[in-house]
């Protein structure tokens, strides 16, 4: 007995189920885009793609599932960005002082990926296990590896080289991503609180460029064991 028929029509179902995935992802980043993550609800998101909440439901998991399959859009804009700057063959500091450069301007440019990728930070490794899918959790590792791999062969070829110290260049790279975020929000926030006097807390301005040099600077310092 012929299965073409059935193997045809499940074929076409497959295609049709990432079609709609796409559309929804899109549809999400554009959301996220233009209004950030904080003020979009699934149900708007439904919505943009004519659909409602249940079946969205039917293909991702859960909101987690869906954060983390829009952060893999962004993270693969990353992987390109830094990417070119490898391809660039700048030897290994200025190197990682561009890939860190690359990052901040990133994130800067586009808000709701810091936004995403903090909110799955947020969560217990185990929490996530249980809400995102393993094909899910599968092309996340994948997309935030393939940024962290520009990372830790900059550094690897720095320790060759012998102008860096680092004992675990997979920690370090991971580390930078980390606490890359954390320097982000900062940016955005655009202040640093600090002591006029004794017991007397005061705000003083801080820019993205101070942000971005401070980052660098400790990244190198970090990488050459300072």
Known sequence: ??????????TAAATRRRQREAEIL???????????????????????????????????????????????????????AMA???????????QLASLVETFVDFGIEHPAFVDCAQTLMRRPGPELLDE?????????????????VQLSSTLDEGVAAGL???????????????????ALQLARVGMVIQELAPGIPTIAPLSVA??????????LALAKGA
């Open 1 to 10: 007995m012929s299965t073409a028929k059935p193997d045809k029509r499940r």
């Open 26 to 80: 899109a549809a999400t980043r554009a959301l996220f885009d233009e209004r950030g993550v904080r003020d979009v609800q699934i149900d708007e998101i439904a919505k943009s793609v004519g659909t409602n909440r249940a079946i969205l439901y039917r293909h991702f998991s859960g909101k987690e599932e869906l954060f983390a399959l829009t952060l893999v859009g962004y993270l693969d804009e990353l992987r390109d």
């Open 84 to 94: 070119k700057v490898v391809a660039e063959g700048k030897g290994p500091e200025a």
């Open 132 to 148: 995102i899918s393993e094909s899910a959790l599968f092309r996340l590792g994948r997309g935030i590896s393939s940024c962290l």
């Open 164 to 182: 860096f110290k680092v004992d675990d260049t997979t920690l370090l790279a991971n580390y930078m991503y980390s606490t890359g975020f954390g």
């Open 210 to 219: 101070q942000v971005r040099r401070y980052l660098i600077d400790t990244s």
